[in-house]
């Protein structure tokens, strides 16, 4: 059985290949990178012709979809690029995926949801109310996953959507379209100040834990019919107090903390339920915040100039 990744050389892409290996899967990559491995092949998910191309050299029967423009600031500067890759890529896949009957296990966002106050966030939302994005990238990711529903209802398509929440760890570096969590450790490492932003909330999952959620998915999912599962670890916290436990545990003041207004992009609170995951994956995120910040740490100190 072949497991395709695309987007596999990316943050969660590589962890997710190193993971499914490790648990005895034949693992195949595909990434815009010129590479020459023997599991690897160049593919844009955009180019139709360079997919087929892939399925026709390996046989496909579980495709990880992770291959795609994230993040809120890159789709607004790049909405079209955004909308090519991850609605028109994901296309590309869906074809596929029929074509050759393998399963499609879709890589979508918190972001879909939109503001929903301190109201903990489930999959029941979307058939409860209309969904609505606060920016591009989460209306491309949430239109991809209302075109995965459509196929998987009227053409027997199986997939499945895995909406990851505030994935962190080793493999980011920092970079301004990167977490929040990434920048500030690296920023903090150098004393230099972070700005956090008033009001704010979040459930930080670290990438260990999501990526045994993917495993749990493709293993766990009966693929009846098309689901949304929420990936993450139930453990809201204030930004702030986020920000002064990565200054305690770098011992640097937090007096480089400072605060600003989030903008209109910006969901100020993002408290969500993993039990339906629980329920029916049996998954259940394993490391807590201060364990997976140390670990991140370690990484950037060992890798990172």
């Avoid at 990316?10 to 599991?39: F, N, Q, S």
């Avoid at 789709?75 to 393998?102: K, W, Y």
């Avoid at 499609?104 to 879909?112: K, N, Q």
């Avoid at 204030?238 to 007096?255: F, G, N, Q």
């Amino acid at each position: 059985m072949a497991v395709l990744i695309t987007g596999g050389l990316g943050v969660i892409g590589r962890r997710l290949a190193e993971h499914l290996r490790e648990h005895g899967y034949d693992v195949k990559v595909t990434d815009i990178a010129i590479r020459t491995e023997p599991d690897y092949r160049r593919a844009d998910v955009t180019r139709y012709e360079e997919l087929v191309e892939v399925f026709r050299t390996w046989p496909i029967e579980h495709v990880f979809h992770l291959a795609g423009e994230v993040g809120r600031e890159n789709g607004e500067q790049f909405p079209r690029r955004c909308v090519d890759i991850n609605v028109s890529g994901t296309l590309n896949l869906v074809q596929l995926c029929m074509e050759h009957s393998a399963r499609l296990y879709f890589a979508s966002t918190s972001e879909i949801y939109g503001d929903h106050g301190s109201a903990l966030v489930t999959e029941e939302l979307e058939t409860d109310s209309p969904l609505l994005p606060t920016n591009c990238y989460g209306w491309s990711k949430l239109h991809a996953e209302q075109l995965l529903r459509h196929f998987s209802q009227s053409q027997g398509l199986q997939a499945a959507a895995m909406r990851f929440f505030m994935c962190y760890g080793p493999g980011e570096r920092p970079d301004p379209y990167r977490s929040a969590m990434t920048n500030f450790i690296h920023r903090l490492r150098h004393d230099q100040p972070i700005t956090v932003h008033r009001g704010t909330s979040r459930s930080w999952c670290y990438i260990d834990d999501i990526v045994a959620g993917c495993r749990s998915l493709m293993e766990g999912w009966d693929g009846k019919r098309y689901e949304g599962f929420n990936i993450g670890r139930a453990d809201p916290q204030p930004m702030t107090d986020v920000a002064e436990l990565i200054c305690e545990l770098l011992d640097k003041p937090t007096s480089l903390i400072q605060s600003a207004d989030p903008g209109p992009l910006v969901t100020p609170v993002k408290n969500a339920s993993f039990e339906k995951a629980k329920r029916m994956l049996g998954y259940e995120a394993q490391v807590d915040l201060r364990d997976g910040i140390e670990r991140t740490i370690a990484w950037q100190r060992a890798t990172l100039a």
